[in-house]
């Protein structure tokens, strides 16, 4: 008698594969449609999606963003962008008013959200940040006199050039007696009498106790002051000094003056400057300010935006506000990069605000995300704004920025990917940026995944998409990048533009938008080892425009082909007694004695494929009228619900039945010398339905069988196969509207004759 062999399935839940079937792992599909691959419960079908709301966006506005913010743990809204517009929905699909709603800094095609605290920042990658036209007011050509010290037998001398032109003013101590006084006042009234009778008109003067004020607001001129100690007795001070410290305590209220602690950039303006502005604001205080004739504000038309929602829970959308430049010049405080460049992606990291822009990032000051300027060139402080070029052998252009589970930042460019790394604070200080890998043609914003960070990148006519995973140090240093869709080559189509990740349920989304299909990556780690990697596939009965990830589910916006747009929710752990799409509950329906009719108005206009069910689960035969949201069906329901929503069905194609080990390692080898004879297959199933068994050889048509299991309970169903195992194909169907539940598989076989 021919032995009999057994070939176990632990589960249905290692996904889809495209390799050929021999180099396959045992728990991986040929394909599936419709599949929720979970290693604690077993396969399962798909979420339903409820119908939420039909939302007031018209079918010809095109949706550019969506988010879900979470302002509070029972509090979430969905933004969401069209051109000129932002609308805030409420989870009923409820459309709020939005202050400032109708922006032209929403014209564009591409943008991005950050909420910080209670307040959300959208940016328009489009738009390119300018400076405002003002200038900070000018100080007219300066300078000024100081007496200092009043010293006998000294002559005070003061030079001032305008153009070729010298004018010389001198007063003298050495005619004095010895026991006549003298103080400064009186030496500063000479010398100010002088220039009064003797400089042109241009000049205004000024005279305050020993003080002199020199201003000219057509032509610059030179200052200096001599005397016969030393300088010690006077001081003449024009554009710059040497020393904070050598400013008088008092001064002509507006004076203002470059303290520059290096002379050298005299001399060589290619040096760094050290140097910082300061004016006499009064009192004896001399405050640090930015350089006269300067721009010093950033256009707030041009800059991201934001979104705040107020005690009244009332939205308004308007420009930020953004600190001023009000220290420094153009060489100690230069305007940010982002100036004059479109900024491609924001990220709040280390308590600051990150914009990437070209080549560079920008980080706001610590603790105060609206200032991008130095609070002081006088020193630099580990709070300053940081302003960072990234370089590499080919020209960068940064497009996202990711914080990694070890507190550095992973930034992305057009062809290399780049880590950011600190020592304990972000400053000035401990910054540092290296190249970390090379990848070009990022599709998708990287999104974390549990302790990875995943990214999609095109490839050909197709998508691949990769995983930075950490070591156990916890360290992206000694990373390792893999590519999550090796097993499926070509699986993923191209411009697979948007994605989400649901972390709590080990989830990753990608898909096109405007396209019925959506492609799942469920994973599982347990500590460091990956125990799944399973690709699966969803399909809608409508066009799928955003998905945007919530703290229960999903929330999809559809467009259906009579032009409406859907809010729909997936809750992803909640049970559904129904499985439909668009899944609504009708009540309170008119029903018509003469036709034995009950008639419903739905919220929406039906189309075709629409089926409906009574409370014990009867399906109906539903009438839709095809130019209004009518809908009937026969019988008395007036009293009663009745659920209606576009069927899905579930399908899982079993891979090639392969004789495989796996050994210890998890390397699965195949016996391929011999194929063998298929016997039986037995799949575990529970609180499954009705589903079909479809068995195809190749060259025959394939054969179905329907099995209606017998209990909720897990049971053992046995489908009998008596074929050779080459060229045989074996497809699961669930058709039924309902929750079906697959554990595992055993298929029997022989290498012998089948009895």
């Known amino acids: 008698m021919t032995a009999l062999h057994t070939q176990l399935i632990p589960h249905l839940c290692g996904g889809i594969s495209k390799q050929p079937a021999y180099l396959r792992g045992i728990t991986m599909s040929e394909d599936e449609l419709n599949t929720w691959p979970s290693l604690s419960e077993g396969l399962r079908k798909k979420p339903p999606t409820s119908f939420v709301a039909k939302l007031n966006i018209p079918a010809s506005e095109s949706i550019l963003f969506c988010q879900n913010l979470e302002i509070s743990e029972k509090l979430a809204f969905t933004l969401v962008i069209t051109p000129g517009q932002l609308h805030m929905f409420d989870p009923f699909g409820k459309s709020l008013a939005v202050e400032g709603g109708l922006s032209l800094y929403l014209i564009g095609q591409n943008f991005a959200a950050i909420t910080i605290a209670d307040e959300t920042f959208i940016l328009n990658k489009n738009k390119t940040p300018q400076m405002l036209d003002a200038l900070d007011t000018k100080r007219p050509f300066e300078g000024m006199v100081f007496i200092r010290q009043a010293i006998r037998d ?7 050039n305008v153009g070729s032109s010298e004018h010389f003013f001198s007063h003298s101590t050495k005619v004095l007696s010895r026991d006549q006084g003298i103080d400064t006042d009186m030496i500063c009234n000479s010398l100010y009498s002088q220039m009064r009778s003797s400089l042109p008109s241009s000049f ?13 607001e057509q032509t610059d001129f030179t200052l200096k002051a001599m005397d016969g100690f030393g300088d010690q007795g006077i001081q003449g001070i024009k554009d710059t000094i040497g020393d904070f410290a050598e400013l008088p305590h008092t001064a002509f209220v507006g004076f203002t003056v470059e303290v520059s602690s290096d002379p050298r950039h005299k001399l060589n303006k290619t040096l760094p400057k050290d140097s910082y502005y300061v004016w006499y604001q009064g009192n004896g205080v001399w405050t640090e300010t930015v350089k006269g004739g300067l721009k010093y504000a950033i256009d707030p038309t041009t800059m991201p935006h934001k979104l705040s929602f107020n005690e009244e829970g009332r939205f308004k959308f308007e420009a930020a506000t953004w600190k001023d430049r009000d220290a420094g010049d153009d060489q100690t405080a230069p305007e940010p990069s982002f100036i004059g460049t479109p900024i491609s992606d924001m990220v709040f990291y280390k308590s600051r605000l990150g914009l990437l822009c070209g080549s560079n990032i920008v980080f706001s000051e610590t603790d105060d995300i609206t200032n991008f300027w130095p609070t002081t060139t006088a020193t630099v402080i580990d709070s300053d704004p940081i302003d960072l070029t990234v370089s590499a052998n080919q020209p960068v252009l940064l497009n996202y920025a990711v914080p990694t589970l070890n507190g550095n930042l992973l930034l992305f460019a057009n062809q290399d990917q780049f880590l950011l790394t600190v020592k304990d604070i972000l400053s000035p200080h401990t910054v540092s940026i290296n190249i970390y890998s090379h990848y070009s043609g990022i599709t998708t914003k990287p999104m974390e995944a549990e302790q990875s960070i995943v990214f999609a990148t095109k490839h050909g006519n197709s998508t691949e998409v990769r995983e930075i995973s950490p070591t156990l140090a916890d360290s992206y240093d000694n990373s390792t990048i893999e590519t999550l869709t090796d097993h499926v080559p070509s699986f993923l189509p191209d411009k697979l533009t948007e994605s989400f990740s649901l972390t709590k349920e080990k989830l990753l989304g990608f898909y096109r938008p405007k396209n019925k299909t959506i492609y799942i990556y469920k994973y599982h780690w347990r500590k460091d080892i990956k125990v799944q990697s399973a690709w699966t596939k969803w399909e ?38 129904i499985y439909l799409d668009s899944l ?43 130019v209004s949201n009518q809908c009937r069906v026969g019988g008395n329901y007036s009293q009663s619900s009745v659920t209606v929503g576009y069927g899905y069905d579930f399908a899982y194609t079993f891979s090639p039945f392969l004789v495989k080990r796996e050994a210890q390692s998890g390397q699965v080898s195949a016996e391929l010398e011999a194929m063998p004879l298929v016997k039986d297959l037995i799949i575990t199933t529970q609180n499954t339905p009705e589903f079909e068994v479809s068995i195809e050889s190749e060259g025959t048509l394939p054969t179905q069988s329907s099995i209606i299991p017998t209990t909720t309970k897990p049971q053992a169903q046995r489908i009998l196969i008596l074929d050779r195992a080459e060229g045989l194909t074996v497809r699961l169907i669930c058709k039924a509207p309902y929750s079906c539940l697959f554990q595992n598989a055993t298929w029997r076989y022989t290498h012998g004759q089948i009895n």
């Open 204 to 216: 205004k003067l000024q005279q305050q106790g020993s003080k002199i004020l020199i201003q000219n």
């Open 540 to 577: 809608f009965p409508h066009e799928i425009e955003a998905i945007t990830a919530t703290a229960d589910g999903l929330t999809l916006i559809a467009k259906t082909s009579r032009g409406e747009r859907l809010m729909l929710k997936m809750a992803l752990r909640e049970e559904a007694p």
């Open 154 to 160: 000294t002559t005070y001398s003061v030079s001032i």
């Open 584 to 626: 609504t509950e009708l009540t309170n329906g008119t029903f018509d004695l003469h036709t034995i009719y009950t008639s419903w108005s739905l919220p929406f206009l039906p189309e075709n494929g629409l089926r409906a069910f009574a409370e014990d689960r009867t399906e109906l035969e539903i009438t839709i009228d095809p």
